[in-house]
């Protein structure tokens, strides 16, 4: 289900979802606050087995625009390509389900890219909640290492405009999709800016999160 709007927006704000209820709530929720508010949502959700529209009819009066597509599990890249390919806003950006924006997240954004329009791609640090030892995470390029976030790229953070991400045809389907997005970014020579704005409220202690499947893979086997 699409919800058809004509009106164009400055942001389109992704979210990827895949089960999460209740803490899609809080997502949503996080976004009502925004004080930036010339933006639209598209919820993709990725195959779940549990029903969202019941969750996502409290929102649709709050929002000036909230899309909703749900198709069979693709994973998180390609449910942002999806988003991506939908987004009718100049900038696009990310929200994962399970985590949420604090109130000045997009205004901060947009304001920087209107003083400094010769920056293609924006990205920042984070707000990481959780215990020191969920801060390491697999290292793409080494999966057997573990690196600190604070040396990653929070992909959820990428900030754009939308025809960049054409330029780049989106995100490769694999873990580490947002570090791969950031190098094909420079062998291009787009200009890409890391902003000190821990805005972007990221949850490592979610036990479902993919990151924390992948090392219990990488280091219980």
């Known amino acids: 289900m699409v919800e058809i709007n004509s009106r164009k927006f400055t942001v389109s704000v992704i979210i990827a979802v895949f089960n999460r209820p209740e803490r899609l709530k809080r997502a949503l929720n996080s976004l009502l606050k925004q004080t930036f508010k010339d933006f639209e949502i598209i919820v993709i959700d990725d195959g ?62 947009i304001k920087y ?20 030892k969920d801060f390491y995470v697999p290292d793409m390029n080494n999966p057997g290492k573990l690196i600190h976030l604070n040396n990653c790229i929070i992909g959820a953070t990428i900030f754009a405009r939308k025809e960049i991400f054409e330029i780049l045809n989106g995100f490769k389907n694999f ?47």
């Open 48 to 109: 779940s087995n549990k029903h969202l529209c019941n969750i996502l009819e409290i929102y649709y009066s709050k929002f000036a625009s909230l899309k909703y597509v749900r198709h069979s599990n693709r994973k998180t890249p390609l449910s942002l390509n999806t988003g991506i390919r939908l987004a009718s806003g100049k900038f696009v950006t990310f929200l994962d389900s399970d985590d949420e924006y604090k109130p000045e997240h997009l205004e901060i954004r």
């Open 113 to 132: 890219l209107k003083k400094n329009p010769d920056t293609d791609i924006l990205h920042s640090t984070a707000d990481i909640i959780g215990e020191e």
């Open 175 to 221: 873990y580490g999709y947002d570090f791969d997005f950031i190098r094909r970014a420079k062998r291009k020579k787009l200009k890409i800016t890391k902003i000190d704005s821990p805005t972007y409220i990221y949850y490592r202690n979610s036990e479902d999160s993919v990151i924390n499947k992948l090392k219990k893979d990488i280091y219980e086997t």
